[in-house]
């Protein structure tokens, strides 16, 4: 088993910035892929980034390519998420998940082994 904790969500206004975290704990997480999603009001979760395993290997959704920065540290145990430039439609409660799968394939899956609560970022106009 693997327990995800998200945390950093908050409110902020357009152009500012967070960083979400994502500590895990239980079994091995340097064997995981990690990857963040989101859900808006009314609509589907949505893929946003994901991390391979070592850290070598990234992907993010087009929609956030050059604003938001996917990272981990599997000393702590922990993936990044930096978001840059945000809009009111990022607006979201955004998940991680692990996987053992690659970047790409989490983009393209709804199902992942492994799920967080999730966190609030709600960035206003």
């Known amino acids: 088993q693997v327990q995800l904790v998200e945390s950093g969500g908050g409110l902020v206004q357009t152009g500012g910035s967070l960083r979400l975290s994502c500590a895990a704990s239980?079994?091995?997480?340097?064997?995981?892929?990690m990857g963040w999603f989101r859900q808006a009001p009314g609509k589907e979760r949505e893929f946003v980034a994901a991390i391979s395993w070592s850290g070598g290997n990234t992907y993010s959704a087009s929609s956030v390519k050059g604003r938001f920065t996917i990272s981990r540290d599997n000393a702590k145990n922990t993936v990044y998420l930096q978001m840059n430039s945000l809009k009111p439609e990022d607006t979201a409660v955004y998940y991680c998940a692990a996987d053992r799968t690659t970047p790409q394939a989490m983009s393209v899956r709804s199902n992942m082994g492994y799920w967080g609560q999730g966190t609030q970022v709600t960035v206003s106009s």
């Open positions: 239980g079994r091995t997480f340097s064997i995981y892929a």
